[in-house]
């Protein structure tokens, strides 16, 4: 089942792109929260090569058990005090929302020996409930990412608001796509737009129908989560 969903991702992804999936230059990450290893597993037995939590204390013992031969991204919030846990084991942070956590895990990487690379949380929507840095204050964000040495931005990353027709959420989308080709064409020190991490199991074919080039998906893949 976790495979026909795959496939079936996969498929859209082929039809929006008019490309083979390898060929498409998607990223699909398969969320994996609260689902038990042994999904994670089928779903990586059925092609998955990237895995997202949003939980450092649930990524990391799935990390352990499941070891090396797949990507891991943090995709959820970050506390700083947790930074030290996933440095150099996550190929990407996709949450860096404030300039705290990018000066701890500066820190942590430095003292390390380690290159990480994030993803800058964008709030688009403006929603409280969600994090990130809003529009107007990326620039100033930028700037001071740009001095530090061991923390390489790589991309940007948002949440868009649920709504009930998935292509109400165009909006968001278009605006962080032209936010990354801004920035893109400015010629900034440790800041590369590479990757564009948007869309959930509810909107994703507007995400990548929008610019979205990684794509996050659990509950499609795995099942609704209970809370
Ligand atoms: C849970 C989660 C997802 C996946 O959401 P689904 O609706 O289950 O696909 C994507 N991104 C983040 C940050 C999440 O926390």
Redesign the pocket.
């Known amino acids: 089942m976790i495979k026909d969903n795959i496939e079936n991702v996969k498929k859209v992804i082929e039809e929006i792109k008019g490309c083979s999936f390898e060929d498409s230059g998607i990223t699909l990450i398969a ?1 994996t ?1 609260q689902k038990p290893v042994p999904d994670i597993i089928e779903a990586i037995d059925s092609g998955i090569k990237d895995i ?1 939590e ?1 939980k450092v204390q649930e990524l990391v013992p799935k990390m352990d058990q499941i070891g090396d031969g797949v990507n891991y991204h943090m ?2 919030h970050l506390q700083s005090n947790k930074v030290k846990d996933i440095i150099g084991r996550v190929k990407l942070i ?1 949450s860096v929302d404030r300039k705290s956590l990018v000066k701890e895990i500066e820190k942590r990487c430095k003292s390390e020996g380690i290159i990480q690379d994030v993803l800058i949380q964008v709030n688009i929507s403006k929603e409280d409930t969600k994090s990130g840095i809003y529009v107007e204050d990326l620039k100033d964000f930028l700037d001071y990412i740009e001095g530090f040495e061991y923390i390489k931005v790589k991309g940007l990353m948002t ?1 868009a608001p649920h709504y009930e027709k998935p292509e109400d959420t165009a909006w968001v989308f278009k605006k962080l796509k032209e936010i990354f080709e801004d920035i893109k064409s400015i010629n900034y020190n440790n800041i590369k737009m590479e990757y564009l991490s948007m869309g ?3 909107d994703y074919q507007v995400a990548i129908e929008n610019g979205s080039n990684m794509i ?5 893949l795995f099942g609704d ?1 209970i809370y």
């Open positions: 969320v929260k997202g949003n995709i959820g996709h949440m959930m199991s509810h996050r998906i659990g509950s499609y989560r």
